[in-house]
């Protein structure tokens, strides 16, 4: 089982919608990730934070805000979204370090229906 | 232009056989590479990691292999069972900012 939590599994929600996508882990990593997956596509970086601050912004609409409250917690925060932006969401984490303990670890996702 | 691409989209093979899939890439200096299982709507789970300065590495039946020469890395399952049919897919890991980025994958179905 993997130790990053995503909720909600399944989020439906309107083109005027604001809602929040959560993300948690508790094993003491200090990098956390948002990535986008379409159906049969690999998933694409949106956001790298490092020891809570934003790193990596890959060039993504403002509609979509990253939040990073504090080393444990992930959000990403939706708003105006468009039908285009439904999309499996996957929140992920890595630990410092080289070796093995570069490996980044997935939650299993967050399914978002915009209508 | 950069690009990471696995060998064809879907590889269909016996049990018992051993898969391989390959991961090319082009204009990336990756510090490690991973390789990943993802299933059908879940999340990607960590298979096994690969440093550039290392040739091979194994894990129970599978192996990778890591040449920043030929700029590829193949990965091997060995005695295949129905149980690994997925979609395996490549990540290459840059050194600094913390980025890793996704081949397309390769959908591996193992026919008993």
């Known amino acids: 089982d993997t130790e990053v939590t995503q909720t909600p599994k399944h989020l439906v929600m309107g083109m005027t919608n604001k809602k929040s996508l959560k993300c948690e882990q508790h094993?003491?990593?200090?990098?956390m990730y948002w990535y986008k997956q379409k159906a049969k596509k690999p998933p694409e970086l949106m956001f790298v934070?490092?020891?809570?601050?934003?790193?990596i912004n890959e060039s993504v609409p403002s509609r979509f805000s990253p939040e990073c409250p504090n080393s444990s917690l992930l959000n990403l925060h939706l708003h105006a979204l468009q039908p285009e932006d439904s999309a499996l969401y996957l929140c992920?984490?890595?630990?410092?370090?080289?070796?093995?303990?570069?490996?980044?670890?997935f939650g299993e996702g967050s399914w978002l229906t915009v209508v | 232009s950069q690009k990471i691409e696995q060998n064809s989209e879907a590889l269909n093979i016996q049990e018992g056989k051993t898969a391989t899939l390959t991961c090319n890439y082009t204009?990336?200096?990756?510090?490690?590479l991973q390789w990943y299982r993802q299933d059908p709507g879940r999340g990607p789970v960590f298979l096994l990691l690969?440093?550039?300065?290392?040739k091979e590495k194994r894990k129970e039946r599978l192996k990778v292999t890591f040449d920043t020469t030929l700029k590829q890395s193949l990965f091997h399952i060995t005695a295949s069972q129905p149980a690994d049919s997925a979609t395996y897919l490549c990540?290459?890991?840059?050194?600094?900012?913390?980025?890793?980025?996704f081949g397309a994958g390769t959908i591996l179905r193992v026919k008993s």
């Open positions: 204009n990336y200096s990756p510090a490690y």
């Open positions: 934070y490092s020891y809570e601050k934003l790193s």
């Open positions: 992920a984490s890595r630990s410092p370090g080289t070796g093995d303990r570069n490996t980044i670890y």
């Open positions: 990540a290459l890991g840059m050194e600094y900012g913390n980025k890793l980025v």
């Open positions: 094993m003491g990593h200090r990098a």
């Open positions: 690969i440093r550039e300065n290392e």
